[in-house]
T-cell receptor, first 111, second 110 residues
Framework: DTGVSQDPRHKITKRGQNVTFRCDPI?????LYWYRQTLGQGPEFLTY????????KSRLLSDRFSAERPKGSFSTLEIQRTEQGDSAMYLC?????????FGQGTRLTVV | GIQVEQSPPDLILQEGANSTLRCNFS?????LQWFHQNPWGQLINLFY???GTKQNGRLSATTVATERYSLLYISSSQTTDSGVYFC????????????FGQGTILTVHP
């Protein structure tokens, strides 16, 4: 399967803990995006990478959030000191031009 | 930023019925995609359609960019068509950031 892959699929964590998610884009896709989706809403843009450079961050991405894409391949999204409001589906997408392809998502539950 | 509105918010059909989902957007776009979100949360690409008409089996889509709307047609609906349908647009950023509508929840009964 050469689609976008995310890991883990589900994560339950206690409030205050740090969590890290991984995204492996479709090979050769130089653009990578993170989105967040809460219940009953459409996904909302968080951040964008072109190769290894992080070129835009949404205001939704507070200081507790950090994303990296070393060497322009896979990406990680870390949330420090998780809060209950961080509970959501975190979606990764990649593209070569403008058509985006999404992974299965990581569903985070903060208890 | 660009606004995206989808209608109807909910749609309930009997198997075999046809339906039309609408997406209105507030500004010119250089990308428009339709997705189906499956029960496990994954967004499945249906159409990449910034303009014109495309068909794929029982599904077809039309985007009239000058009038800022897109339509998704589902014919002879099946229970497996159930789920949430999202329209998403790129409002002109150079790198393809998508703005999503709120979605249409489709339920198809046998």
């Amino acid at each position: 399967d050469t689609g976008v892959s995310q890991d883990p699929r589900h994560k339950i964590t206690k409030r205050g803990q740090n969590v890290t998610f991984r995204c492996d884009p479709i090979s050769e896709h130089n653009r990578l995006y993170w989105y967040r989706q809460t219940l009953g809403q459409g996904p909302e843009f968080l951040t964008y990478f072109q190769n290894e450079a992080q070129l835009e961050k949404s205001r939704l991405l507070s200081d507790r959030f950090s994303a990296e894409r070393p060497k322009g391949s896979f990406s990680t999204l870390e949330i420090q000191r998780t809060e209950q409001g961080d509970s959501a589906m975190y979606l990764c997408a990649s593209s070569l031009t403008t058509e985006a392809f999404f992974g299965q998502g990581t569903r985070l539950t903060v208890v | 930023g660009i606004q995206v509105e989808q209608s109807p918010p909910d749609l309930i059909l009997q198997e075999g019925a046809n339906s039309t989902l609408r997406c209105n957007f507030s500004d010119s776009v250089n990308n428009l995609q339709w997705f189906h979100q499956n029960p496990w949360g994954q967004l499945i690409n249906l159409f990449y359609i910034p303009s014109g008409t495309k068909q794929n089996g029982r599904l077809s889509a039309t985007t009239v960019a000058t009038e800022r709307y897109s339509l998704l047609y589902i014919s002879s609906s099946q229970t497996t068509d159930s789920g949430v349908y999202f329209c998403a647009v790129n409002g002109g950023t150079s790198y393809g950031k998508l703005t999503f509508g709120q979605g249409t929840i489709l339920t198809v009964h046998p």
